[in-house]
């Protein structure tokens, strides 16, 4: 005979707990800025074993995505890293052009870092498009995606700001320079005559150490968030 499964009072709580917690999060909204978000996600993620932050951030991406704008998708890497971070509930675009369309409307793109595309290089005209967050974000490799959104990423306490050229000097030239006015450069990727490097640290665009940085057209394109 078939035998009920016994109670587990004790899970049942922790797990009615647990949807609870999320309606209550879902009904709170999101926080006003990105790096006010990063801030106290920062704090919540203090203290947790790898396996507790793994499933923490999937709940917490998950509430993200159901309270802030609409997400998009271009590439396949972005595609993998937005499914495991936010759900499927990204929308995916077929051309780069379409996810900053999308940007550029109130919603945010994470976009594949891709040596056959250099869509970063369309920020340096548009600086009211900002890179946010750099999927992964974990800051032990180099990203390979960048999460674009209409809106200034403001400092958290760690983090790396993406900065492009279109200079034609060899990638130790440029880190040399830069090195020689203050800032820790590491070669990201080239596409399409353009270079993409991260800094080390939030460094804004009108950084002073920046003037007269290699390059007839450059700029820092945004700063995300470590973890």
């Known amino acids: 005979m078939l035998k009920a499964p016994p109670e587990d009072a004790a899970r049942l709580a922790l797990d009615r707990a647990l949807t609870q917690a999320v309606r209550a999060r879902l009904a709170a909204g999101q926080r006003p800025t990105v790096d006010a978000d990063a801030i106290a996600l920062r704090e919540a993620l203090k203290g947790l074993k790898p396996a507790e932050i793994a499933a923490a951030r999937s709940v917490l991406g998950r509430l993200d995505a159901a309270t802030g704008p609409r997400l998009i998708v271009w590439g396949p890497a972005s595609q993998v890293l937005a499914a495991d ?4 509930s990204a ?8 996810a900053l369309k999308a940007v550029r409307e ?6 594949d870092l891709t040596p056959s595309n250099p869509w970063f290089g369309r920020l340096l005209a548009e600086p009211d498009l900002r890179v946010v967050a750099a999927l992964p974000d974990h800051g032990s490799g180099l990203p390979r ?3 674009v959104q209409k809106t200034q990423p403001g400092p958290t306490g760690d983090d ?5 050229t279109d200079s034609a000097l060899p990638d130790s030239r440029i880190v040399d320079a830069l090195s020689d006015a203050g800032l ?3 070669p990201l990727m080239e596409a399409g005559g353009l270079k993409l490097f991260v800094l080390a640290g939030y460094v804004q665009a009108e950084d002073g150490r920046l003037n007269g940085a290699p390059g ?3 700029g820092v394109i945004g700063a995300a968030p470590i973890f």
């Open 85 to 88: 971070r936010y759900g499927l």
């Open 91 to 98: 929308r995916m675009a077929a051309k780069p052009e379409a």
């Open 106 to 111: 109130g919603g945010r793109a994470l976009m």
């Open 145 to 147: 995606a960048l999460l």
């Open 160 to 164: 790396r700001t993406f900065w492009a």
């Open 184 to 186: 820790a450069a590491t």
């Open 216 to 218: 007839k057209l450059s």
